[in-house]
């Protein structure tokens, strides 16, 4: 009876030990080599699309209001830094009553330079910071920087943010002004 249970047990630590060290397949690497996952590569081509709403706050003059909408594209180095060059369009509200046109309409040719403040690998949502600065054809020079809240994941997030942009152009009196605006942006980057 001992060798028998001696057998067993010999038998049982021999097949357990064989089921440590077997060979297990694993499912094999993609064939197509082209193939590139964007959510996960820190740089890369991105695009933001936005819309704006903002509003002067002057007190002694006539205040102003406008609407845009911009289309943004570049290069990201990493999360914390992406460099791009971007197009858009700005309807006026008050128009006729500050600048020296009746067209309501400006066209934003700007340079943009944006980053995360904190990284986005651990977390839904980030802060982060965005500077536009350019020409507007109709208008004049302008540099517009948004501090705002981005959520969604490492490379598709849809953005809020404040921004305060300071527009400069000739008003009615035929003299170069500067105005400023505070406004809202809503966008979706990718």
Known sequence: MKKVLLSLLLCTFTATGYAQYR????PEAPKHTNYRDYETQDNGFWFAAEAEGASSAMTVRRNMQFASATFTTGYRFNEFLRLGVGLGTRIYVNNADVRDTE???AFPVFANMRGNFISAYDRDGVPFWSINAGYAVNDGVFASP???YSFGGLRNNFLIGISYTISRF????????????FGLKLGYEF
């Open 146 to 148: 948004t501090i705002g």
């Open 23 to 26: 060979d297990v397949k694993l």
């Open 103 to 105: 067209n309501r309409f």
């Open 170 to 181: 000739k008003d009615y009196k035929k003299e170069n002004t500067t105005f400023s605006y």
